[in-house]
């Protein structure tokens, strides 16, 4: 198990976005959240307390958690340094990037010298099957984007603590580093090996009470070029009785990707949809999850009714103004 509190490593973020797997541990663990340690030219912050690697052991943080999550998920030869004070300080190292801290001679021998330990969370820990498409029982619902990092990960959390608070069956089924990290398990579904993606996915969401609901945590875009993969073994191994579908109004281009534009959410409804239902023809979009952090909250307000005007689907921003209106397009399904 990953040792409690974390020191979030920030490195040299270049921007907000790239920080999002320490953000996700600040927004839905705060309470592992100790403080944050930035390297010259970082343009990310937490909010969270600056902290030095002595500091933060002598507070009581136990492992410094890589909270960037940089295209290609590479191990930055600027970080290596601090990561190897950090062991020599005593902490452990946790990491979801797919360049492994275990890979790292460095890192390696002053693990082994100083009696830590490396945590590379994006390594899968089970021979996955490939799927064989057999419907299960229980519901399932996905989250799918318009583009990666639009909220999908943030809804999926959201509409969990709401079913919880309403005393309903539900599961967080995390397929990411960032959701693993926050629920301590699940699987890395970009590090499985392609065959057995779907299967991966079958297997995290395995035959449950009728009334039960696993909700997946997207990964990806069917639109994007990069990371389409992911979107798809999720679709067909989940098998979803439910979508949501997840937007982020300002980006001006898909992440990563300047050349090009986010689709239409009618766009993504009926290509989601056409690809759900492959493998559960009763799938259904039931409600919409805009992530409205970069709007004003008249802005916000604004663009969410408009959006549900055009669509005829509840829209909502669960991480801002809670998902109860999700749930209860989900309780409606049952």
């Known amino acids: 198990m990953i040792k409690t509190p974390y020191l979030l490593f920030l490195g040299d973020a270049p921007d907000a976005l790239a920080a999002k797997v320490a953000q996700g541990i600040r927004d839905w663990r705060p309470e592992y959240a100790l403080g944050q340690l930035c390297l010259p030219g970082c343009k990310a912050d937490l909010g969270l307390p600056e902290m030095t690697l002595q500091a933060a052991r002598d507070a009581g943080a136990e492992t410094l958690v890589v909270g960037v999550a940089n ?18 300080t005593g902490f452990d190292l946790a990491s979801g990037l ?65 079913m919880k608070a309403r ?37 995290l969401t395995p035959d449950n009470d009728p009334d ?17 993969g992911v979107t ?12 949501i579908l997840c937007h982020e109004p300002t980006r001006e281009h898909m992440r990563g990707l300047p050349g090009y534009a986010l689709p239409s959410l009618e766009a993504l409804r009926d290509l989601s949809l056409q690809m759900a239902h492959i493998a559960n023809p009763a799938c259904q979009v039931v409600g919409i999850s805009v992530n409205t952090a970069g709007l004003t909250e008249a802005l916000a307000e604004k663009y969410l009714t408009e959006v549900e005007a055009r669509m ?23």
């Not at 295209?71 to 004070?85: K, N, T």
């Not at 039960?212 to 389409?228: A, N, R, T």
């Not at 798809?232 to 979508?243: F, R, S, V």
């Open 212 to 228: 039960h609901w696993d909700l997946i945590e997207g990964q990806g875009s069917l639109y994007h070029v990069s990371y389409s």
């Open 167 to 203: 005393h309903m069956k539900a599961s967080f089924r995390a397929t990411g580093q960032t959701g693993i990290l926050i629920t301590g398990e699940g699987i890395p579904l970009d590090a499985v090996v392609a065959d057995f993606m779907a299967g991966s996915v079958e297997w």
């Open 98 to 162: 797919h360049n492994l801290l275990r890979d790292e001679p460095c890192l390696a021998a002053a693990a082994e010298k100083y009696g830590r330990q490396l945590f590379d969370v994006r390594v899968p820990q089970v021979e996955y099957p490939i799927a064989n498409g057999v419907k299960r029982t229980g519901k399932r619902c996905l989250a799918v984007g318009t583009d990666c990092s639009v909220g999908k990960m943030y809804t999926g959390l959201a509409m969990h603590r709401e």
């Open 312 to 334: 005829g689907l509840p829209t909502v921003d669960p991480y801002r103004y809670g998902a109860a209106r999700l749930v209860e397009a989900l309780e409606a399904l049952t």
């Open 71 to 88: 295209r290609g998920g590479v191990i930055s030869e600027a970080w290596l340094d601090v990561l190897e004070e950090a062991l020599a």
């Open 232 to 243: 798809m073994a999720l679709i067909h191994g989940g098998q979803p009785d439910a979508l």
